[in-house]
């Protein structure tokens, strides 16, 4: 095993801490999200930092950097309280990669990449064509991460759209028969196959301790 | 594609609802967050929900839900402020899971699964042996998510421990050289292979937009 201690890290070039700092939690959601400026411009970029906060009700939260810089997607969620979240199928993992480009707030990456917009009745933002798990969103809170000046976005589940054929009959979407893309690090792209699932966990009997 | 509204959702029985919801977001990191308390019992239990805040500071975050049921993994981070991440190798999927069981605290989860403690010298918390990943974290902040009363747990990384064959030039670790897992909903596993990687992407010049 390697080891990189905290000042190794510190010492260490801009490109290669990076890349290892954002590879070492684990693998990532893929997602792009969807939104409409109060001028009417689309934009869409993709965030790996999706991530499931509760059921019941239905949250999801994302991080997202400081406003210093561009940063269209969380300007248009606060004008507008809504937006789309997209998964990322396999045969359009280079243009969803590209999305990560600094266009200005004037410019659609929908005009500079293959994905087509998909506008639904009574969603004002857009969504992405053949998706084949797109979410409906609506803005709920947000906290200032005092520790490196972040910003979590938490927003509510109003509407999922979903290929059928990734629906098992417990409600379980099946992530790979949607051939749903997911991150490693910055840039790195896997479209995972399902190996196993496991039932709800109990625990053991104490005497069984002894035999393990 | 099968459209549920929010409706839809509120009226769905619990179980579909909950593998539902933990899915729609996708790809999950699964994590084995070890601890001690302060009565020097030993703590494993699994997460999906850890997720890179910042490379600099070098932050990562994790949900937890309130305290009110076991939550061993949360009190021993508040009273001994250190505790250790492994990644899950696709050798021990079964013995992962079970750690969801709800033991009690004078119960270690190494006791009742074929895991096995790694003590490394100046960190009082257990690593899990053959973990291809680990980390040892140190706890930073913490916020209340009013929106559904859990807890957001931010830590930063003090030591980074990986196996050589995983790391790449550019500091990249290739999580699929070390067959470790993602999480789809509550209960599926998944051992990704990396498919491709990305360059930096820049806006492209606007003369190219009549040409997509």
């Known amino acids: 095993m390697i080891h990189y201690s905290e000042s190794d890290l510190d010492s260490m070039d801009y490109v290669r801490r990076i890349n290892l700092i954002n590879s070492c939690s684990g693998y990532k959601s893929a997602n792009l999200i969807g939104t409409v400026s109060d001028?009417?411009?689309?934009?869409?970029?993709?965030?790996?930092?999706?991530?499931?906060?509760?059921?019941?009700?239905?949250?999801?939260?994302?991080?997202?950097?400081?406003?210093?810089?561009?940063?269209?997607?969380?300007?248009?969620?606060?004008?507008?309280?809504?937006?789309?979240?997209?998964?990322?199928?396999?045969?359009?993992?280079?243009?969803?990669?590209?999305?990560?480009?600094?266009?200005?707030?004037?410019?659609?990456?929908?005009?500079?990449?293959?994905?087509?917009p998909e506008y639904k009745p009574q969603h004002a933002a857009p969504f992405v064509v053949n998706s084949p798990l797109q979410l409906s969103m609506e803005?709920?809170?947000?906290?200032?991460?005092?520790?490196?000046?972040?910003?979590?976005?938490i927003s509510k589940i109003n509407d999922l759209y979903v290929d059928g054929k990734m629906i098992e009959k417990d409600g379980f979407i099946n992530l790979s028969r949607g051939k749903i893309a997911t991150i490693n690090g910055l840039d790195g792209y896997s479209i995972p196959k399902l190996k196993t699932r496991f039932n709800y966990q109990r625990p053991k009997p104490l005497s069984i301790k002894n035999d393990i």
């Open 39 to 116: 001028d009417g411009i689309d934009n869409l970029a993709i965030f790996s930092s999706i991530i499931h906060i509760g059921s019941n009700p239905a949250l999801l939260g994302f991080f997202t950097r400081p406003t210093s810089v561009i940063r269209n997607t969380y300007s248009n969620i606060k004008s507008t309280k809504y937006f789309t979240i997209n998964h990322v199928h396999e045969s359009i993992l280079a243009d969803a990669h590209h999305t990560s480009a600094k266009y200005k707030p004037e410019i659609s990456e929908f005009d500079f990449t293959n994905l087509e």
């Open 139 to 153: 803005f709920v809170e947000e906290y200032d991460i005092v520790a490196n000046n972040t910003i979590l976005v």
